[in-house]
């Protein structure tokens, strides 16, 4: 997939949640399994205007939620006429009709009186919609892939023991960037749970290529994403990558300057949009909108250990 991006970045949140629980007074929300390589969708079951569940992705690269045509039709929401505005994904930019919603909810948290877009995703064609920070940030998402569930909880209880911690910035208040390392360059890392596929910017590779670095240059490639048109990039297997306490031995990455890295203003410093084939590789992951805070737990055999990343799909 690739990551959706409204055209307004600062989204005002109308929440509704119950009163703080303990963690473990939380129901989990659901997943699919994870594949072996890690590069399964992560699904949450999702009610719109009390029906449901509905299968939406979970996409923290997206900081709005998104409705599919199939999902709109069969809940009688009129695209017609409806009132149009950019949304933003990975390789460029299209229309969307925005529609009126009543709620949404995931777990305890539901999101009243809504205005989505409703997009065709060629990325997701099984699935419902797309659910974004929008809905996220309202708290700690923890996916946990050795288990296969999914939890959206209230952020008031502190990490769970065993995680480990990663340098987290905000942007926007609800873009999860992290701080990498690809051979011996530092790099910006977008925590992206909707796109396959890691995907750097020509910065990352003048800054790599600068240093030396050793790049094994496979070709170009045809790749896209849930909107805009087909791009070319170079597929190019990088070093090691570090993050979280785990290598990532010689990692595939797609280079490009892809129109989200200017969406994002990370189009001048080394970037890397970190999709499921790297973040799968951990045992779970932690998003903590709230703290500003990525926690990653490694896997349980040889943490740390250097691990191969999952041999690059054509598309994604």
């Known amino acids: 997939m690739k990551p959706l991006v409204a055209i307004v970045f600062a989204l005002a949140l109308s929440l509704v949640a119950g009163p703080a629980r303990a963690a473990d007074d939380l129901a989990p929300d659901f997943a699919i399994p994870t594949?072996?390589?890690?590069?399964?969708?992560?699904?949450a079951p999702v009610y719109v205007n009390g029906q449901g569940p509905f299968r939406f992705?979970?996409?923290?690269?997206?900081?709005?939620?998104?409705?599919?045509?199939?999902l709109a039709a069969q809940l009688l929401i009129d695209t017609k006429g409806a009132p149009q505005q950019l949304v933003h994904?990975?390789?460029?930019?299209e229309p969307a009709p925005i529609v009126p919603v009543g709620a949404?909810?995931?777990?305890?948290?539901t999101r009243n009186a809504l205005d989505l877009p409703v997009l065709s995703n060629r990325l997701h064609a099984g699935a419902d919609g797309t659910l974004g920070a929008d809905h996220l940030s309202a708290g700690r998402l923890i996916i946990d892939f050795r288990e296969d569930r999914i939890s959206l909880l209230s952020s008031s209880a502190p990490t769970p023991p065993g995680y480990v911690a990663i340098t987290t910035q905000m942007r926007f208040g609800q873009l999860p960037l992290v701080w990498a390392r690809i051979g011996n360059v530092n790099v910006r890392a977008v925590v992206d749970t909707g796109a396959e596929r890691s995907v750097a910017n020509g910065a990352l590779r003048r800054l790599l290529e600068a240093n030396r670095t050793r790049l094994a240059r496979e070709g170009m490639q045809l790749f896209y994403g849930a909107v805009g048109p087909e791009a070319v990039a170079e597929l190019v297997w990088a070093p090691r990558l570090t993050i979280g306490g785990i290598r990532v031995e010689?990692?595939?990455?797609?280079?490009?300057?892809?129109?989200i890295f200017r969406m994002w203003g990370l189009e001048n410093e080394p970037a890397l949009l970190l999709g499921m084939d790297v973040i799968?590789?951990?045992?779970?992951?932690?998003?903590?909108?709230?703290?500003?805070?990525?926690?990653?737990?490694l896997p349980?055999?040889?943490?740390?250990?250097g691990r191969r990343a999952?041999?690059?799909?054509?598309l994604f």
Do not use: E
């Not at 349980?300 to 250990?305: D, E, K, L, Q």
């Open 300 to 305: 349980r055999v040889n943490p740390g250990a």
């Open 89 to 93: 994904g990975v390789t460029g930019a």
């Open 104 to 109: 949404l909810r995931v777990g305890r948290l």
């Open 57 to 70: 992705v979970v996409d923290t690269g997206a900081n709005r939620s998104v409705l599919s045509p199939r």
């Open 310 to 314: 999952a041999p690059p799909m054509p």
């Open 35 to 43: 594949t072996a390589d890690g590069v399964g969708r992560v699904m």
């Open 280 to 297: 799968g590789q951990f045992d779970a992951i932690v998003i903590d909108y709230r703290r500003r805070l990525v926690s990653v737990r």
């Open 250 to 259: 010689r990692m595939p990455i797609l280079f490009a300057d892809t129109h």
